[in-house]
């Protein structure tokens, strides 16, 4: 008797056992069952507050993007109560921060408008300079091509009359060979530099007509005696002009 009683006390411990394992495991498995539901309540929670923040973002676009008689009939079938100023409210706020988003739009955009107006002036300012500045040169370019014509005219001019008063000393006078012997030897003017182009000055005129008083000798055909050679003697005042006038030829032919 006493054996038997042990092992049904042995079973019945075992079976107590496995019992409260099994406690253990249904608490385990309720905890999580609890746990999920508790997961399960608040995302239904926030699918809903999302839903609903859904809705009112879509009858804000809806109010932003609608004109005034669907603004006013949508506010109609909002309808009154508590839960209707609350709409109206969160419309308020979110038409409040559009308006100010669409300030600073409109402030950033007035201050590049103001900048690009400033660029515009300054290159308008600039273009006006630049071109006053060709215009400027084009005018100087066809004041210099006047001089250099004019100045081509006067070389020739004075080439002419340098030909000519060539030809007038090949005359075999006593004062042509004294004039031919000065222009031959005379140097040229100390400090002569070559010409160089300049503005005429106010109220100054080239005269291409300029020519020089020079008195041309008659021809003598008939031959004269053979006497010795002697050294020719001019007067003062003779000498000083043809010493002028052997001088301007060498400063016309230098600045050639």
């Not at 809903?48 to 993007?65: A, V």
């Not at 007509?209 to 003697?233: A, C, G, M, R, W």
């Amino acid at each position: 008797m006493l054996v038997i009683r042990n092992v049904t006390i042995e079973s019945l411990q075992k079976k107590v056992e496995e019992l409260e394992m099994l406690c253990d495991s249904l608490k385990r498995q309720m905890k999580f069952f609890d746990l999920q539901q508790s997961e399960t309540k608040a995302a239904k929670d926030e699918a809903r507050r999302l839903r609903n923040k859904l809705q009112q973002l879509g009858s804000i676009e809806f109010l932003l993007q609608s004109q005034r008689p669907e603004v006013e009939a949508m506010m109609r079938d909002i309808g009154t109560g508590a839960a209707a100023v609350e709409q109206l409210a969160i419309y308020c706020v979110s038409l409040k921060k559009e308006y100010e988003n669409l300030k600073e739009v409109r402030k950033s955009s007035a201050e590049m408008m103001e900048k690009l107006k400033k660029e515009l002036f300054s290159s308008n300012s600039k273009a006006q300079k630049a071109e006053m500045q060709l215009v400027k040169s084009r005018e100087e370019f066809s004041a210099t091509q006047k001089e250099l014509e004019n100045a081509d005219r006067e070389i020739m001019s004075l080439k002419k009359k340098v030909e000519f008063l060539q030809k007038t000393l090949s005359t075999p006078t006593a004062t042509n060979e004294a004039i031919s012997r000065l222009i031959m030897e005379s140097p040229a003017p100390i400090g002569l530099q070559r010409p160089k182009l300049r503005p005429p000055l106010l109220g100054e005129h080239i005269n291409l007509d300029l020519s020089f008083d020079v008195n041309t000798p008659e021809h003598y055909t008939q031959k004269t005696d053979i006497v010795p050679s002697k050294k020719i003697k001019l007067d003062k005042s003779e000498y000083e002009n043809m010493r002028d006038l052997v001088i301007s030829i060498k400063c016309s032919i230098c600045s050639q």
